[in-house]
């Protein structure tokens, strides 16, 4: 059976270790003879690196282990390139986070003007990974889950529209576990959903199980109870209130529209006075991450490190991130798996602009995806997904052109935020705080 050849790009990512220990553990069915991981910041991958290094050498010694920040070296003789990096790292999320914030605005790290800034970082990043590798491995695929998904998509469809690149997300794969988990089923796989909208922007429509009976009614019921409060999912990593206060807010998002099941993230742009209300502008989200899984994660390799072997450490495979696993035997063996991507909707959603990013179940196999029509949407959803759409489209624009005017017109046009006059503080804020990371606007 064909070996895999792998590069982890993001290799100092706080995901890393949990998806190189996955993989490992996905070998009978994705067999791999070489993973490498890539970082622009070489000192931050080393530490990552080595602990893995230490863990594959124990557990999987075939597999051929290296680490670079050289990207000729990094994408040569690939097969994937799994893309989860963060261009301004956690110190940027934070003021992604804490500017809005500072305007009585939604500050968070994909949504409202804090997604907008996350995006105009990541599109430089992503493109410049997309092109190392097709320059070292043409015939390489690039999955890609660096956010902000929404927008590093838009940018791959407007600059990179031939390139082989998925675009996936974890939240639905999350939602979905719940889900799952409210019927008392044991695992997503055993549910058959239909679902629309942009990422971190959807709707579930149609659930079944594999029997074909209807779960909606059930699902339904317990969404009006407790949102997604009390629902397991396999890795319920989120232990700080701030999601479960999400997954309970989920709640008051379904009350919209009870026909369909909301992605959380609708949260922001439905109830942005409610986030506003009980965010912390001294201490977000980011403050959050970089306090427990950041600073978790470097302990635990560290101490691997120091200790020379990983037996013994709380290593584990992130089980939920087998859904990168998914995609990629899919695309090696033509498995057909149906997988929700961010796709072109080229009529999917039959009402929607054709040439929209969208959030959609898909069949994939080793030629890419065949998307699943999901037919005309809703008044509301339509709505809100034209004026979020054009947020996300205004900002690629707005990077490509080097258009201050078009940024000014995403920020204003965000739900999450109340007036031009508003979005231009907000706007100037950023652009000082980003300089380093944008392109020049004019
Ligand atoms: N799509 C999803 O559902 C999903 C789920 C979880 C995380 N993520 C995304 O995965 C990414 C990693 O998340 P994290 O919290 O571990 O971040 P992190 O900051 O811990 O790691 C990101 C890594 O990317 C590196 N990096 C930044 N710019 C780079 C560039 N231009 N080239 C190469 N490497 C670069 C950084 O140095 C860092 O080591 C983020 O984009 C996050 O939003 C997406
Ligand atoms: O605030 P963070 O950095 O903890 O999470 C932000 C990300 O949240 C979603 O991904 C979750 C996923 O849904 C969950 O099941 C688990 O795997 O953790 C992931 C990261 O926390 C969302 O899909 C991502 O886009 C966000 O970056
Ligand atoms: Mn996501």
Not at 152 to 168: F, Q, W
Request: glycine share 6%.
């Amino acid at each position: 059976m064909k070996k895999y050849s792998i590069v982890v790009a993001g290799g100092g990512s706080t995901f890393t270790p949990g998806i190189a220990l996955m993989l490992l553990e996905e070998q009978d069915r994705f067999p791999i003879r070489k993973i490498k991981f890539y970082d622009n910041d070489g000192k931050r991958q080393e530490t990552i690196a080595k602990a893995c290094e230490i863990y594959i050498k124990e557990n999987a010694p075939e597999i051929e282990f290296s680490y670079t920040t050289d990207p000729e070296e990094a994408f040569t003789d690939v097969d994937f390139c799994m893309a989860h990096i963060r261009v301004g790292k956690y110190a940027m999320r934070e003021k992604d986070e804490k500017i809005p914030l500072k305007y009585g605005v939604v500050g968070q790290e994909t949504c409202g003007p804090g997604g907008i800034a996350y995006g105009m970082r990541s599109i430089g990043g992503i493109i410049e990974l997309i092109d190392y590798m097709e320059k070292y491995s043409p015939n390489a695929w690039m999955l890609n889950y660096s956010n902000p998904a929404a927008i590093v998509a838009e940018a791959t469809r407007r600059l990179r529209p031939d390139s082989k690149i998925l675009n996936i997300c974890d939240m639905p794969v999350d939602l979905e576990e719940k889900m799952a988990d409210m019927v008392g089923l044991k695992s997503r796989k055993q549910l058959d959903t239909q679902y629309y909208g942009l990422n971190h922007f959807g709707w579930w429509h149609k659930i079944y199980d594999n029997e074909g009976n209807d779960l909606m009614p059930i699902i339904r019921k317990k969404m009006a109870e407790n949102g997604f409060a009390g629902a397991i999912s396999q890795t319920d990593q989120h232990v700080e209130n701030s999601w479960m206060d999400t997954f309970a807010k989920a709640k008051d998002v379904y009350a919209l529209d009870p026909e369909t099941i909301p992605n959380t993230y609708l949260k922001y742009y439905l109830f942005p006075d409610y986030v506003v209300e009980h965010a912390n502008p001294e201490h977000t989200r980011a403050n959050e991450v970089m306090e427990h899984r950041e600073k978790h994660i470097f302990e635990v390799c560290n101490n691997i490190i120091e200790a020379g072997t990983a037996k013994g450490s709380p290593f584990e495979p992130d089980a939920h991130a087998t859904y990168i696993v998914d995609l990629a035997c899919a695309i090696a063996k033509n498995t057909k798996e149906k997988m929700l991507l961010i796709v072109p909707n080229e009529g999917t959603i039959e009402n929607f602009d054709r040439t929209a990013m969208v959030e959609v179940p898909c069949i994939v196999g080793s030629n890419g995806y065949e998307r699943i029509v999901q037919g005309a949407i809703p008044q509301f959803q339509k709505g809100l997904m034209e004026q979020q759409v054009s947020v996300e489209k205004l900002t690629v624009a707005a990077w490509i052109e080097g258009s201050y005017q078009k940024l000014w017109q995403a920020i204003t046009l965000s739900k999450t935020v109340p007036s031009a006059r508003v979005a231009k503080l907000i706007l100037d804020d950023l652009i000082e705080a980003n300089k380093e990371y944008w392109p020049e606007l004019k």
